[in-house]
């Protein structure tokens, strides 16, 4: 047993990936089908009709659920089981009201311990972002924008969190992407923010961060208040 300690000791054990199972496949699928509008809200999501499609048991379709309401993209009713939740300018308020207490905390952390190759991590995603026509991108490579500067934070925890958040926003956040022009500017708030993180100005690229998501909400509540 000394043996083995000693063989083992200092060495260094990257955090493993969480495993992906059945559930968290089924739960992507309809967080994408719901992000890109093709299920729409207020569909219904019977148990068993979603198992013989994906061709497994109930369980993980009650899991992937359980998921997703969880992250608000649905609700379960007693009787009427699974619906795909409503777009709703309340909703936008708390996700982003958590956003911001999450990510700036999260990034205010990361700052001091960012290196090169995380600051290289967030420029790769914001060209990729500039040059990706596509609607149905946008939300991943916006998350992996915000993710690459979160991470030095070392808070696997928080990170999650932070995780769960943006599956929440994702469909809104491809809403406004896809409306008023709003990509550049959000591009521009993006390129703002990692200046202030090559800086090492933890305070500024705070800021920018706190007033880019507060932002994208009141466009957000505001396109949806619209009449029709």
């Given at each position: 047993m000394a043996e083995t300690r000693d063989h083992l000791k200092g060495l260094t054990i990257a955090p493993l990936p969480r495993p992906r199972t059945s559930a968290d496949l089924v739960a992507d699928t309809l967080r994408e089908a719901i992000?890109?509008?093709?299920?729409?809200?207020?569909?219904?999501?019977?148990?068993?009709?979603?198992?013989?499609?994906?061709?497994?048991?109930?369980?993980p379709v009650r899991d992937a659920l359980r998921i997703l309401e969880g992250e608000g993209v649905l609700t379960l009713h007693p009787t009427r089981g699974a619906v795909v939740a409503e777009a709703d300018p309340?909703?936008?308020?708390?996700?982003?009201?958590?956003?911001?207490?999450?990510?700036?905390?999260?990034?205010?952390?990361?700052?001091?311990?960012?290196d090169e190759a995380a600051l290289e991590e967030a420029e790769e995603a914001l060209e990729r972002l500039d040059n990706d026509a596509k609607v149905g991108a946008w939300g991943r490579?916006?998350?992996?924008?915000?993710?690459?500067l979160y991470r030095p934070c070392g808070r696997p925890r928080l990170l999650a969190l932070?995780?769960?958040?943006?599956?929440?926003?994702?469909?809104?956040?491809?809403?406004?992407?896809?409306?008023?022009?709003?990509?550049?500017?959000?591009?521009?708030?993006?390129?703002?923010?990692?200046?202030?993180?090559r800086a090492g100005d933890a305070k500024g690229a705070v800021a920018e961060l706190r007033e880019h998501l507060a932002g994208a909400a009141r466009r957000m509540r505001g396109f949806l208040r619209e009449p029709g």
């Open positions: 992000a890109r509008g093709e299920l729409k809200g207020g569909t219904p999501l019977r148990q068993e009709e979603l198992a013989a499609r994906f061709g497994l048991s109930r369980m309340d909703d936008i308020t708390e996700i982003f009201e958590i956003r911001i207490l999450l990510e700036c905390e999260a990034l205010r952390l990361a700052v001091p311990q960012m490579l916006n998350r992996e924008f915000h993710l690459a932070i995780d769960a958040q943006h599956n929440a926003a994702d469909r809104y956040v491809r809403l406004i992407l896809a409306h008023f022009g709003y990509a550049k500017a959000s591009q521009k708030e993006h390129r703002r923010m990692l200046r202030h993180c």
